[in-house]
């Protein structure tokens, strides 16, 4: 609590697949972390500004809820319009999200964003570049996968990134529900792996994701890094050793579901499913005309700032499920079918946390504190030994001393 304001510090941090003991040791290499944070959080007199693009098709507001109520608790949060947002606008935002574009950006849209990255903005790109959805394919035999075109692939060239026109499918894989027929006129409805769902778990030791859980993505693609002078990249997300990229356009059919996947098809590199980039970026329009579109009489600064950009190959990252009954929003992360909480929501707190702060606070994440924890099987072994020698023995010698 701090001049009348409130804010929750989580303590535990649970992980699926590893041991109690274990959990508890990753809470406490995040206690100074999470307190310092918090306290920054609360302690700053204004809130740092977020925009979500909007006029692209994006996610909407009721996709996004729970993401924008979650950064909505430690800063302000809103939509962007980059076609009429002017230039001063931009200067008071310090993070821009572009979460699943579906339509094509302006040049004078991108000159903006390239504007915005110049001043030392931060961005995080969530990008589709595949045409492909579950919906859509149920109720058909299939489905054509096919690249879009969003006008984004120069800019991303020149800051150091290719998202590739492909399908990523691995075989750690969240679960979808799936009708496998008929039982007295009853569909009989059954939890099965779906392979272009993929569940990053992240090996990386970065503070963005260290001791994270499972990320859960749709039909996400994967990532080329390109080496720009001055620019320092990173992977921290990739898929398993057991993935397989499929070129589009390609037929996709919910009968996939029902085949086993031939394991020697899966037997690949981890891919690039994520990156971060930090550094001073070359501008996107160095030597070129200011596009038709911008009014204002503004070019990209000459002395450029050191900016941060994280780039996502899956639009759908974001997205919170959406309850079919009453329309309310799911939290972010969380799994309706198969009722698992992912972690996509702290994933993108620590983006914005990482993005937004200068101070190095989340470097805090990367300590290391070892528990020194006791051997299970040797304490079953010795039980008896060291009980006798902690109690029997001082009674012994107490019952001696009293006799002689």
Not at 151 to 168: E, S
Not at 223 to 245: A, H, M, T, W, Y
Not at 299 to 305: L, M, N, S, Y
Not at 377 to 395: D, M, S
Request: some cysteine.
């Amino acid at each position: 609590t701090y001049k009348g304001r409130q804010i929750p510090v989580k303590l535990l941090q649970s992980r699926a697949g590893i041991s109690p003991e274990e959990v508890l040791n990753n809470s406490i290499q995040n206690l100074e972390y999470a307190f310092a944070s918090a306290i920054k959080k609360i302690s700053k007199n204004e809130s740092g500004r977020i925009g979500f693009t909007e006029g692209h098709g994006e996610l909407s507001d009721q996709q996004l809820s729970d993401a924008m109520k979650s950064l909505g608790d430690s800063y302000e949060v809103g939509r962007v319009d980059l076609n009429t947002i002017p230039f001063a606008g931009l200067d008071q935002l310090k993070v821009l999200i572009i979460a699943k574009p579906e339509q094509p950006f302006t040049e004078a849209e991108k000159y903006k964003i390239d504007y915005f990255l110049m001043s030392g903005g931060r961005i995080i790109w969530s990008i589709d570049q595949v045409s492909a959805d579950l919906d859509s394919l149920r109720g058909v035999t299939e489905q054509l996968a096919f690249a879009k075109k969003l006008n984004l692939d120069d800019m991303l060239f020149k800051y150091g990134v290719r998202l590739n026109y492909t399908l990523l499918a691995d075989m750690n894989s969240a679960q979808i529900p799936v009708n496998v027929g008929e039982v007295g006129g009853q569909s009989q409805i059954q939890l099965l792996p779906w392979l272009f769902y993929p569940v990053f778990v992240p090996v990386s030791t970065h503070p963005l994701v260290k001791n994270l859980d499972g990320i859960r993505s749709e039909f996400p693609g994967t990532i080329d890094l390109i080496s720009v002078k001055g620019l320092k990249s990173e992977v921290i997300l990739s898929s398993s050793p057991f993935n397989r990229s499929l070129e589009v356009p390609v037929l996709l059919s919910l009968q996939m579901v029902e085949e086993e996947p031939d394991p020697k098809q899966f037997q690949s590199d981890p891919k690039p499913f994520g990156v971060l980039l930090e550094g001073i970026f070359p501008s996107n329009f160095k030597n070129r005309p200011i596009p038709l579109g911008i009014a204002e009489p503004l070019t990209i600064p000459e002395v450029v700032k050191p900016g941060k950009m994280i780039v996502l190959a899956d639009g759908d990252i974001f997205k919170n499920q959406i309850n079919s009954t009453d329309g309310s929003s799911y939290p972010l992360g969380f799994d309706r079918f198969t009722r698992e909480q992912y972690a996509n929501k702290n994933f993108l707190l620590n983006a914005a946390d990482y993005l937004y702060d200068d101070s190095g606070i989340i470097s805090l994440r990367n300590k290391e504190i070892k528990l020194r924890l006791l051997d299970r099987a040797k304490i079953r072994q010795e039980k008896i030994f060291w009980q006798f020698l902690n109690i029997g023995l001082p009674l012994i010698l107490l019952i001696a001393c009293g006799i002689f």
